[in-house]
């Protein structure tokens, strides 16, 4: 898959999106220790080794979508889905995750991402995006960006587990939002596993990114 921005003067930069290897794990820690070790928004408290990330990676490939954007010089972010709570009747729900290099941020490709992401969770056959989200007072380990673009997303606010999580010497609420993206029925199909992802273009228009066809 590859996005198409539009840029000042005409620029244009592309942005592949693509499904994640266990190779991709070095470069995807780079985006995802700082969260580790400055802030609130992962409750890990040490940054995980390569191998054990690229183990995280394998295991969530083999059944849902983990997926990467990039430029040809650099992995802009990662969402992946992976399962909720691991029981049989819930395999039609799904936690959902995304990170964003810190410069990556407010550019939309967060947005195009994630809407990849659901593409794809609908594709399997999921109904239910469940995302888990520290909360609390802003302070300088944790903002309310990721609660605030969730909802941008349509995720709805369905509980808070409070005073839940403690790093940095502070307690954190967790918040659980939900995005309903299929049919319910009586008669379930089951879900399928991800089996990769069909390449798509999208171009960036005043109203946000678009499907180029």
């Not at 890990?44 to 990676?57: D, G, H, L, M, Q």
């Not at 809407?115 to 469940?130: D, F, H, Q, T």
Request: net charge neutral; glycine share 8%; aromatic share 12%.
């Amino acid at each position: 898959m590859y996005v198409k921005r539009r840029g000042d003067g005409g620029m244009e930069n592309e942005i592949r999106v693509r499904a994640a290897r266990p190779e991709d794990a070095e470069k995807l820690l780079e985006i995802y220790a700082p969260y580790v070790e400055k802030t609130a928004v992962s409750f890990e408290y040490v940054t995980p080794a390569v191998s054990e990330f690229a183990e995280r990676i394998r295991r969530t490939v083999s059944r849902y979508p983990y997926l990467i954007a990039e430029t040809k010089v650099q992995t802009l972010g990662y969402a992946y889905a992976g399962s909720f709570i691991g029981r049989p009747a819930y395999d039609w729900s799904v936690e959902t995750t995304i990170y964003l290099r810190q410069n990556a941020r407010r550019m939309g490709i967060g947005r195009a991402l994630y809407g990849v992401l659901e593409k794809e969770l609908r594709a399997m056959g999921i109904l239910n995006m469940n995302a888990c989200i520290a909360a609390g007072s802003e302070d300088g380990y944790l903002t309310k960006d990721s609660v605030l673009f969730h909802e941008k997303m349509g995720f709805k606010m369905v509980g808070t587990f409070h005073d839940s999580g403690y790093k940095f010497n502070r307690w954190y609420d967790m918040l659980w939002m939900e995005k309903i993206i299929g049919d319910h029925k009586e008669s379930q199909p089951p879900p399928r596993a991800f089996a990769g992802m069909e390449e798509t273009r999208l171009i960036w228009r005043k109203s946000g990114w678009e499907e180029s066809h």
